[in-house]
């Protein structure tokens, strides 16, 4: 049966830009000289001075410098996404290759043992793709904008970019034409598309699109005919689909094959090829067979004629090279057959697994000599072939040298989700773990390999070193905890613990060596102590104890040491928004105690915290939370001194470690969920102190940074990869210099600015809570004055529309309160209108508070009533406002809902004339005889709550259409 694709041109892709007229044919081999248009000379001059035209016939070894410009460059990448193949760029000066990490390409010189990241992806890369002179090289990423970018190898620059999805979802194939002037795609979405694109013209549109069937399989590898560019096939593992491209068309068909067809099991389908001779196609299979296709009657058909049973195993890779066709396997075997399908060599002695790529030199092989093994059939020619470059699905990668060179291998990483990242406190070392359970050590200066150890059976889940760089403390997720020597990563049995069936996820030592805490997925803190035997040279690891100390995930497990002394201290906290503190001193066996459990909390969820630096003659805590706020609490009371609004990035700040500076400089560095930033510290709430990059689109696990705060580290959990980044301070600093100084960042978080509504707003209620605290009917004279005291913050905040709780309220004043106590001794007991607008823009929430989570609250508390709109019993709000959270009399109940429901809903009533131009709340105050029965019906729904006692805009929310957000 065939399949015919739609004679209509494909829609429009968003526009995208040629960067240095990259996009031109400046290689011959792109166009003969009949298709070149003409150019003047004005166009030959501009062209001249592009990089990409004037790029010499070499890959490029060094990647410049973008210090200048860069708070955060990433500079190196450690990993490999080994799902992707791998292509040998070059193999004979030097050795280069390409492969893909994380959301950026890696072209990488092993020969210079430098890399150049190809920057430019939103998200992770799901495929890349590369001409067959090695010029051009095409990446496409999953992100939620997705993108396709095709570089010039020679300089690394972008030459045209494909913005917002060539195609509905991303890309998950690629795929060039010989010449390179075609680039096809292969869509990943629910309805898959093939679409070609003539990416040397300025266009956004492509040429020819062909929308296939859910019934053909979900395609998942692309391929050009070698010697016709306008036909090319696709396959799953269970069709093979052959395209021919016609004036404005491009149709496919599908030709009929199962296990029926030959009488034998065919085997799930791989990759594909042409043939070089003819008009024959070949699919390899997991049976270890070859499918030969051949021309049928349809113009772009070919129909199975023969089942080729190759050999036992599964064939993971098919390509060819010069007169070979070439065959990689799950034995990790690479063989070597020529046209008439007989086995000319194999190698079998590498020690690989499985075969995920082969990529061949662009140089030709040369004339046969002695040099050259024999081929494997009778004749007894010499076996020629080119140099090549193989991966595996264990994420090792080789070179293979001919004539009679060895493997050589070229990189070993990891190849499961890489979540352990610490960082030597005194060299320049990185040790990673994954859930591989490989441990790798390594010098992130040299890139050389120092110490590796295989946990055969074990998940590498934290691990770190200790003050002293003499141990490595590593967590599994089996519960195990292992101290290991740094430098040679052996360890003794009796270093090696199991205390826990649960997931170690955090691991620390305090500051003097002495001391390992654990924290698991149990909710659990751990404490071992280095003690020395009475009578022995030797120190032993002992447990001294272990607590379930928090009914919530642990997000943070920290040492510190006591004011004014150099003892120990320990202090975790969890998602139950309890920050614990343990004794280290307990003479109890094997008994960890608490010392003291506060709730640093109300609504917000903690995410992290650290150690803030000595800043100021008073020590703090520095913890963020899922609210985008960050807080200051005193390292001995625990109060909290400051709130500050954090970096606002989509998510929240997961993870946050203090740069090693001075005593006047100092910044912080931290991520979010797939992003890593900087902040300047001190911390003050100012929106253009920080800034931050994508690091791993799909979920960053880690941050660590280097002895000398000159790199940070981030992990990738899922995607196995590490990437490095330079920090450049300056560039920050002249970030946050064009923000404005003094109030002007604040003033620009305001809606309308300096000049809008709300600050004018904010000025007048200001200066009107002096009138207010003065007394109202005061005939006095005034005393104008810049502050207004501290016990009117809280009815100046409510004007403004931010309603605090108490507690909320109470860290307000406390802020200002002591703001200077601990240098003057004083309190503070008034705030001026600068102050107070930092007061505000710290403390009201990120992004405000919308409809949407109003209308979720009321999901979770109320019931579906008779009209399809979630409701609430008037009496059960009024127990939950009365006796959860903070407790409110029923006197403070009435006033407030009294004087919300009733100015609103009184506004709507008296239009139609139902009740006289009297408040609810004047009827309060006249004694008369009042009921909140009056103004609060007795069920509530979400839309009577946001429109008629709050005042929102009408809002319904119903079982089938959601409130949106504001």
Known sequence: MSYRGPKERGPLASEGRDYNDGGRDYDEGLRSSEEEEPVDELEKDKAKTSKVYTAADTLLATEESSMGTHALSPDWSFGINYTLPVFNL?????????????????????????QHLLQGHGGPISCLCMSEDRRWLGTADNG????????????????????????????????????????????????????????????DTPLWVANLYSELGFQSYIIFNPGDSTELLSNSDSQVLFYKATEGNLEYIAPYLNDKSFNQSVGSLGQSLFHWRGQQALTATSAGNLVLWDEGEEAAGRNAIKLLPLQREAITVLT???????????????????????????????????IASISFSKDAAPEPSQDYPESCILADQP??????????????VVHVKTPGGGPQTLLREHCAPLHAVACHPRRPILAMGSHSGILKVCDYNTKLTLASRVYESERIQCLIFDPQGFYVAVGFASGAVHILDASSLHSDAE???????????????????????TADTGKAVTVFHLHSSPGSTTQQWQLVGRHISHYKPIRELLFGVHLDSTRPRLLSLAMDRRLVEYDLDSSMEQQLLVLSAERVEQSAVPQCMTWYPPLSTERFLLTASDQHKMKLLNSTTNMCRKTLLGPTYESPVQKMVVLPGSSYTYYLAFITKDKVGLQILPLDGNPYSSLAVVCHPGGVSQLVCSFDGRFVFTSGGADGTVLRWR????????????GGSHLDPFYALLEGGRGGTLCREMEDLFYYCQLRHQGIDSMAPRQVSTSIPLTEVPFLMRALGFFPSEQELEDMQNEVKFSKYAETGKYVKEVDLAEFLRLYINHRPAFGISRKELAESFRVLGFWDGSGQMAIPRDQLLELLQARGEHMREDEVVECLTVLSGEHMREEVEGEGILPATGASEKHAANEEYSLDCVIPESISAETFTGHILGFPSCMKTRDKSCPSE
């Open 383 to 396: 076996f020629v072939s080119r140099s090549f470059v193989v991966s595996t699905v264990r994420a090792t």
């Open 495 to 517: 270093d090696c613990f199991h205390f826990s069936d649960n997931s170690i996820t955090h691991i620390t030592f305090s500051l003097d060596s002495m001391y390992l805490a």
């Open 727 to 738: 920090i450049n301070p300056h560039a920050l600093q002249a970030t946050a210099a064009l």
């Open 144 to 203: 939620r904008e997705p993108l396709l970018i095709i570089w010039d190898s020679y300089t690394g620059i972008p030459v045209h970019t494909l913005f917002n999805g060539p195609t509905e979802g991303s890309v998950i194939a690629l795929a060039f034409s010989k010449d390179a002037k075609y680039l096809a795609t292969l869509g990943g979405g629910e309805q898959q598309c093939v679409h070609i694109w003539d990416w040397t013209n300025e266009q």
């Open 90 to 114: 070059q193999d004979r000066d030097q050795l280069v290759i390409l492969y893909a990490g994380a959301h950026v390409g890696v072209i990488y010189n092993h020969t210079s043992t430098s």
């Open 320 to 354: 060819s090279t010069d007169r070979w066709i070439v065959t990689g396997d799950v034995l990790g075997h690479i063989k070597f057959y020529d046209e008439n399908f007989r086995l000319m060599s194999w190698y079998s002695d590498f020690s690989l697994d499985a």
